[in-house]
């Protein structure tokens, strides 16, 4: 079992960059995939972006592509959602997430349904 806690969200201007941690703690971080969500009022929960386990893979949605970037440091247990030239779209709750297994398909890896762990959120908010 793992136990996730994002940081880092809060309020910046169009353009501006954002970086998100999310730590977490029990389990080896090691056999985890880590994902990357959001979730505008209204709206439904967005896959943006996951990082694989041994092989450290990543991918990202087409709305944030090139703009965000996810990393992972397994020795400090955390995973990393790095966000640049940031839009008010951008705007609404972030979450990260966990599996344990492998990713079959990119589009799989961002689904919320294959992800068993959930932090609590932290809010961005791209405004001028």
């Known amino acids: 079992q793992v136990h996730l806690v994002e940081s880092g969200g809060g309020l910046v201007q169009p353009g501006g960059s954002l970086r998100l941690s999310c730590r977490t703690s029990?389990?080896?971080?090691?056999?985890?995939?880590i994902g990357w969500f959001r979730q505008a009022p209204g709206k439904d929960r967005e896959g943006l972006s996951y990082i694989s386990n041994s092989v450290r893979e990543t991918y990202y949605s087409d709305s944030v592509k090139g703009r965000f970037t996810v990393s992972r440091d397994n020795n400090e247990n955390t995973v990393y959602l790095q966000m640049n030239n940031l839009e008010p779209e951008d705007t609404a709750t972030y979450y990260c997430?966990?599996?344990?297994?492998?990713?079959?398909?990119?589009?799989?890896?961002?689904?919320?349904?294959?992800?068993?762990?959930w932090g609590r959120g932290t809010q961005v908010t791209v405004s001028s």
């Open positions: 029990g389990d080896n971080l090691d056999v985890y995939v």
């Open positions: 997430a966990a599996f344990r297994g492998v990713v079959v398909s990119p589009q799989v890896g961002l689904q919320s349904t294959v992800y068993d762990y």
